[in-house]
Structure formats: structure tokens, C-alpha cells
């Protein structure tokens, strides 16, 4: 007699199938999970250290500045649409671009050497669609890069014993704040200190200038298949908000 094969049964065939089946599917949910983490944590990382950046700026220049009617001025680039790309500042400053130490007149009192402009603006070659979040400022696209430009207007502003030198606030200003062509400054005047912003608005609360800057978290929403650069971001989920407040000493 021929000794009898050993095999699977149709059930066990059928159970193992299953099991393999259950297996790879809490495989595929955990391996799903975590590229969920992994995107929300760098999405949002990378959106945090861009408002820091903006912020220590902010913090490094405002400090030092005056605030009155003459000296700290806000304005802010136009979408074509006719919302607010993001609040703009432009102020007077003490501080003297080649030490970066703080100049006084011989009085002791600050000596204001330049011109201060911070703004936002999406870069001309920007896709995405603009649009308004409501309030009047642009709120779809979260591309924006903070410019920091810095001028001496008028008579060369270089020696605090020559009174009449000293730096004022052009009422022009404005007229500074030019759109970047791409996303790389290459410009002795205007620096790029942050990208991927939403949102930078500025409000004076008597000696207080209180700043609010958004950034959205890319990796997060396209994860969570948000339509970026279609629709309306200021709250949405993937959005990180920072306030910060900062009290001019002169």
C-alpha cells in the first residue's frame, strides 16, 4: 500500500488566506498611521521654524524702533483681486548696519540711521489661485515669503554729531514693496527672511505692535488631500497660528 499525502484541507487553506489577509491589512493601516504621523509632524515643524525665523527678526529689529505717527507707518501690497497680500511696516531705526550696535546722538537719545520695511508677498511665478479669506486679506495662497528691506533715503545718513543727516520716514515707502519674480531674492536691499507664510498682520495696541503670522503645514494638508492653493486656509486644521507682542523702546 502507498503511504497517504499529507496536504492542506480546504478550510485550512481558506483560515491561512485570512490570516494573511488580517496580517497585511494591520500592516498596511500601521504603515498608513505613520506616514500620517511622520507628515504631520514634519509639515508642521518645517511651518514652525519659519514663523520663528520671521519672529526673531521681528524681535531683533522692533525692539529698537519709535513708535508715533512719523516713525512707524503701516501699509500693504495689493492682489490683483483687490485683497491685502499681508500687513506692511515700515519704521525708523537705530541701529547702524555695519557694527549693528545702537547709535545715539550726543544728547543720548537714538540716532536714526535707516529705514526699516518688512511685507509679505507670493512670488510672481507663484500658481497658486488668490483669493480673499473674508477680512480682506488674501487667505489661499500659503507660498508668501517675509521681505525685509532696509534703505537709506535722502542725505547719507552716517555721522550722529550731523543732526540734519539723520534718517526720516519717506511717505513714499510704499512704493518699496515689490512682488519677488521667484522664490530667490538676489538683491543687496531686500532679504528673504521667511517662506511658505500665510499671513503677517500687524496692529498697534497703545505701545505695543502685536504681530499675528500663519503658516500652513504643506506635508499635513496634501496628506489630507486639502485642495492648497484653491481654497480658503486661514483656519484650516493644517494652518499654525503665532501671536507675538513686542514693546519699542525708543
Known sequence: ?????????????????????????????????????????????????????????????????????????QSALQTTSGCKEGDAIGFLSPIDPGSDQLTTKTDGTPFMMRTIVYYLAA??????????????????????????????????????????????????????????DSFQLIDEQRQLLAINLLTFRVQEQGPVVRIELRAVSLLEARQKRVAVGTVNLSDNPATVRRLVEIIPRN
Request: glycine fraction near 6%.
Open 123 to 180: 512670488p510672481r511665478q507663484d500658481p497658486c489661485q488668490q483669493g480673499s479669506d473674508g477680512s480682506g486679506y488674501e487667505g489661499f495662497c500659503p507660498h508668501k515669503i517675509l521681505v525685509r528691506r532696509v534703505l537709506d533715503s535722502g542725505t547719507p545718513t552716517l555721522d550722529p554729531s550731523q543732526m540734519a543727516s539723520e534718517e526720516s520716514l519717506d511717505p513714499g515707502w510704499p512704493n518699496w514693496l515689490e512682488r519677488p
Open 1 to 73: 500500500m502507498h503511504p497517504r499525502r499529507a496536504g492542506l484541507s480546504l478550510l485550512e487553506v481558506v483560515l491561512t488566506s485570512v490570516f494573511f489577509a488580517a496580517l497585511s491589512l494591520v500592516a498596511w493601516l500601521a504603515m498608513s498611521s505613520s506616514v500620517s504621523i511622520w507628515a504631520r509632524a514634519s509639515g508642521r515643524d518645517e511651518a514652525h521654524r519659519n514663523l520663528i525665523k520671521a519672529i526673531s527678526w521681528f524681535r531683533r529689529d522692533l525692539v529698537s524702533a519709535r513708535l508715533s505717527a512719523t516713525t512707524f507707518q
